[in-house]
């Protein structure tokens, strides 16, 4: 079974940028639909973007235009380029496999252990 680590999370201002990065083990990576959520503190999980096995892609509309999921099955990694950073975005980010493609967190069934992103004003 696949495993999940996330990494790059980090403090960053408002307006900046991070990328994050979720290295899987196991040889059926490129098979999984992938996908990243995020918790902030005292929220609910929700969806950010996902990216199918076949590179499709989909977002949650309040990071539209500044997030960009990207997969690269060589490396058995799925990142998550987040730009223009604003402090509603702060949370503990996921990213998760599953096999059926799309945005409810029931779908993914193995989650990493999550990465901090703070976001100063």
């Known amino acids: 079974q696949v495993q999940l680590v996330e990494s790059g999370g980090g403090l960053v201002q408002a307006g900046g940028s991070l990328r994050l990065s979720c290295a899987a083990s196991?040889?059926?990576?490129?098979?999984?639909?992938m996908g990243w959520f995020r918790q902030a503190p005292e929220k609910e999980r929700e969806f950010v973007a996902a990216?199918?096995?076949?590179?499709?892609?989909y977002y949650e509309d309040s990071v539209k235009g500044r997030f960009t999921i990207s997969r690269d099955n060589a490396k058995n990694t799925v990142y998550l380029q987040m730009n223009s950073l604003k402090p509603d975005d702060a949370a503990v980010y996921y990213c998760?496999?599953?096999?059926?493609?799309?945005?409810?967190?029931?779908?993914?069934?193995?989650w990493g252990q999550g990465t901090q992103v703070t976001v100063s004003s």
């Open positions: 990216i199918s096995s076949s590179d499709v892609t």
């Open positions: 998760a496999a599953g096999d059926i493609f799309g945005r409810q967190a029931g779908f993914y069934a193995i």
């Open positions: 196991g040889s059926t990576f490129s098979s999984y639909h």
